[in-house]
C-alpha cells in the first residue's frame, strides 16, 4: 500500500509517517526533494526514493508550501537524484503537482495543527537549534519576535490556505494535530488495515510530543 501525507511543519507528521511504515511494514520517505534539513538518518531512505517509480509499499511525507525545495530538484546541477519527469515548473504552481502527485497513491493524508502559534514557536525554535525530530525542552530565548514572528506567520498561513485548497480539490478532509494526538482517532486512523491501539501507544500517544 502506498500512503502520502501531505502536511504542514511542526503537525506531528515525522511521527505518523514512521508509525504507519511500522504497522504496514514498509519504508518510509521522509520530505524526499527538502536538501536544506532533514536528520541524516533518514539519508537512506530518501536516497532510494523514485518519484517516476514508487514502491509498491511506502508511506511518504511532504510538506506543503515548499516550492523551493522542488525548483532546488530541478535547477541544482548537483542533485543526486533522477529528476527525469518530475512535472513541477511546466506549470508553475505547487498544488497541481501535489494533486497529480498524489494520484500515485492509495491513501492520501492531510495535516495540519490548528494552534497556528504552536507551530510558528516550534518551528523557530527547531530552526534556532537545528532540532527538527527529536524531543526538546523550550527555551524563551527562541521565542520568535518581531519581523521575524511575522514573517514566520505569514508563511504558516499561506501553508494553511494551500492545503485548505488541495483538501477541496482531492475531497479529503484534513486531519489535525490536536485529534491525531488526543486520542479520538484510537478507533480508526484513516481506514488503514493496522493496529491502532500500537500506533496510538507507540507514536501518537501525547506523552511522545516533541515538546516536553
Given at each position: 500500500m502506498r500512503v502520502l501525507i501531505i502536511s504542514n511543519g511542526r503537525t506531528g507528521s515525522s511521527n505518523l509517517m514512521k508509525g504507519l511504515a511500522d504497522e504496514l511494514k514498509c519504508h518510509f520517505v521522509p520530505e524526499p526533494w527538502n536538501f536544506v534539513q532533514f536528520n541524516a538518518d533518514y539519508e537512506e531512505h530518501r536516497r532510494n526514493f523514485r518519484y517516476q517509480e514508487l514502491d509498491e509499499n511506502v508511506v511518504v511525507k511532504c510538506i506543503i508550501n515548499t516550492q523551493q525545495y522542488l525548483g532546488f530538484y530541478l535547477w541544482w546541477t548537483s542533485c543526486p537524484y533522477d529528476v527525469?519527469?518530475?512535472?513541477?515548473?511546466?506549470?508553475?504552481?505547487?498544488?497541481?503537482?501535489?494533486?497529480?502527485?498524489?494520484?500515485?497513491?492509495?491513501?492520501?493524508?492531510?495535516?495540519?495543527?490548528?494552534?497556528?502559534?504552536?507551530?510558528?514557536?516550534?518551528?523557530?525554535?527547531?530552526?534556532a537549534t537545528d532540532n527538527w525530530d527529536n524531543p526538546y525542552v523550550a527555551q524563551p530565548k527562541f521565542e520568535p519576535k518581531g519581523q521575524y514572528l511575522k514573517e514566520l506567520i505569514l508563511k504558516e498561513e499561506a501553508g494553511v490556505k494551500l492545503l485548505?485548497?488541495?483538501?477541496?480539490?482531492?475531497?479529503?478532509?484534513?486531519?489535525?494535530y490536536e485529534d491525531l494526538y488526543n486520542g479520538k482517532m484510537k478507533d480508526n486512523y484513516f481506514d488503514l488495515p493496522i493496529d491502532n491501539e500500537k500506533l496510538f501507544k507507540n507514536y501518537l500517544d501525547p506523552k511522545l510530543r516533541y515538546r516536553q
Open positions: 527525469k519527469g518530475l512535472d513541477w515548473l511546466d506549470n508553475n504552481s505547487e498544488l497541481v503537482f501535489w494533486s497529480r502527485f498524489a494520484k500515485k497513491f492509495d491513501r492520501v493524508i492531510l495535516l495540519d495543527r490548528k494552534d497556528m502559534m504552536a507551530k510558528v514557536k516550534s518551528a523557530a525554535h527547531a530552526q485548505e485548497i488541495l483538501s477541496e480539490y482531492l475531497n479529503i478532509e484534513i486531519t489535525y
